[in-house]
């Protein structure tokens, strides 16, 4: 997707996304507090956060960068950053900036940021590779570098099967490998490869199993369809009667995740890193 394509999908996203940013990130907590443990975010540090939704993990950041440290959430959509900046202050944080534009087209160069970090973001990004070789260059010597992503499809069900169902009523194929998507870094050894062909030494991916704690079905699929930039992007060139038939089929899918009380869904994520060298 292009970024002016990207732009206009994810603005469209935006309140959808804040409005439900709680309860999907919730289920991710272990995995942002690895995030940022691997990018060594701590007291006073200089933190880049690459397309940062509606900002909790920046916020998760910042008061781990406390006073003396100070944390850049970056977005292709103002209106994520406008939430940024409102749940930074209602938080009382105070070193929080934002800096809008898509990633490919930020400079970055010799930033001397400490940590880079960015959840579930480099997976939607055209031409990751060339992402982290410019992360790299933002970080100063021994800066250090991690990401979240989607595992395997297989073991992401939750998020595959909607997927499957809005491509098959678009009439569309799923993204080639090699190009943006849910799991377009899931391949086993792709994600270690990127960080080092990067240049960065020591990557290391680990795989993390977690379940998302959603509302029921009737719920869930209200936040699919008003906050997955990823789903709305599939079936938002279709007719009113195809994206009906498409998110009926969904929510049949979600009816049969759990009772009224809410859906569990198991899912796997990576966390991926890697250091700069010191010289
Ligand atoms: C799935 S959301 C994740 C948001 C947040 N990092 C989180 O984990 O809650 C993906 C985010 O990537 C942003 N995004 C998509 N393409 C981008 C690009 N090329 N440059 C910067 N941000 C981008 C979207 O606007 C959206 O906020």
Redesign the pocket.
Known sequence: ME?NE?RVH?EKA?PG?AKW?DI??QS?EEATRAMLDMAGVEEGKRVLD?????G??TLAAARRAGANGQVIA????QT?LDHVKKNAAAAGLSNIETLL????ELELENQGFDSVI????LM??PEPGKVLSKIFTALKPGGKASVVVFSVPQANQFFLVPMQILLKHAGKSPPPPGTPGLFALAAPGLLEKLFSDAGFENPEVSSLDIFFRMPPADQTLVMMQEAF?AYRAVISDCTDETQAAAWAEVREYLGTLGSGSGIEAPSQVLVGSGSKPER
Do not use: H, K, P, Y
């Open positions: 970024s990207a994810w935006a996304w940013e999907f990130t991710v690459l397309a940062s939704g509606a909790s993990q970056n977005d292709i959509s994520m534009g898509s990633v490919q960015s959840r579930f973001g939607l990004i930039g």
